[in-house]
C-alpha cells in the first residue's frame, strides 16, 4: 500500500511541478512581450517630445516614428510566437517523455516482481517434490504423480525463459528468421490437447479447420497459439467455455480464442499489447503472469505481417483475434 501511494505521489509531484514550471514560462514570455511593447512605446514618446509644431517635415518624422514602432510591435509579436511554440513543443515532448518513462520503470518494477514469483513459485515446488522422493518411501502411483507435477513446472519455467529470449531477441532485431510454410491446423490442434491434457478440469471447445497451412516460423506460431490460449486461462473461471476456433475466410486464416472471463476494460484494449503492461498493481493480482505474454504476441503478429486484435465476447470475456493474410 505505501509503495504503491509512493509510486502515485511521484506521478502526481512531477506533473505538478512540470506544470507550475510551464506556467512560470509562459507568464515570463507574455511578461517580457509586454515589456517590450511598452518600453517600444516609451521610446516613441520620447522622439515625439523633441519634435517642434513648426518643423516642416513633421509630418514624415510621426509617420516614420509610427511605422518603426509598428515594424517593432510586429517584430515582438513575430519572435515571441515563434519562440513560444517552439517551446510548447519541446515541453509537451518532455512531458510526454517524462510521463512514459516513469510508466515505463514502474512496469519494470511489477515485471521484476512478477518474474521473481514466477521463477521462485515453480523451483520451490521442484525442489519440494525432489525433497519428498527422497526421504520418503512413496509408492510408484505418488512418485509418478509427483515425478509429472514437477515437470509441469519444469515446462512452466521453461516457457517463461523462452519468453525472455525471444522478447530480447525481437526487440534487438537478432531473431534469425527460417519461415517456410507449415501446418497451422496442427499446430493449434496440438497445442489445445496439451492444454487439455494439462488442464483436465477446464472446458475446451475446439473448432479447426484441417490442413490450413501457413508460411511462418513454427516455434513462433506456436509461441502464439500458446499465449493466448494459457491468457484465456489465467482470466477465465473453471467451469466456464474456452473456445479455439481456426478457419479461412477468403484468402485470410483466422485464428480466435474465445474466454467468458472478466473481459478487457476499453481503455486497456491497446495497452495490454504493451511490454511488462497489466491490468491492475502487481500487488492486487491474483493471476499469475509476467507481461510479456500479450506482447509477445503483438510482435509474432507483426513479423508475420498479420494483425492480432481483441475484441468484447458477449455476454462477458474477450475474443482475441490472429489474421494471417495468405499468400
Known sequence: MISRLLKINKLQFVRVVYWLFLTYMVAAFIWWYVTLVKQNDQIANVQYG???SNDPILAQKVHAIQDFQLRKNKQYIGEGLTILCLFLLGAIYVYRSLIQQIRYSNQQ??????????????????????????KR?????QQKKMLEISLLETQRLDNLCNNILLASQLDMGQYQSNAQVVNFSYIVSSTVQGFKNRFPERNFVDEIQDDIMLKGES???????????DNAIKYSAVGTIITIQLTTQGAHIKLAVKDQGVGVPITDREKIFEKFYRVGAEYTRSTKGTGLGLYLCKRIAAFHN??????????????????YLAN
Open 137 to 141: 518411501n512413496l509408492d510408484a502411483a
Open 219 to 229: 516455434v513462433l506460431v506456436q509461441l502464439l497459439v500458446n499465449n493466448l490460449i
Open 306 to 323: 498479420a494483425k492480432l486484435e481483441v475484441l468484447p465476447n458477449e455476454p462477458k470475456g474477450s475474443i482475441f483475434t490472429f489474421t
Open 109 to 134: 518494477q511489477n515485471f521484476m516482481m512478477a518474474v521473481t514469483h514466477e521463477l521462485k513459485t515453480p523451483i520451490a515446488i521442484t525442489q519440494l517434490n525432489i525433497e519428498t522422493l527422497l
Open 50 to 52: 523633441t519634435m517642434q
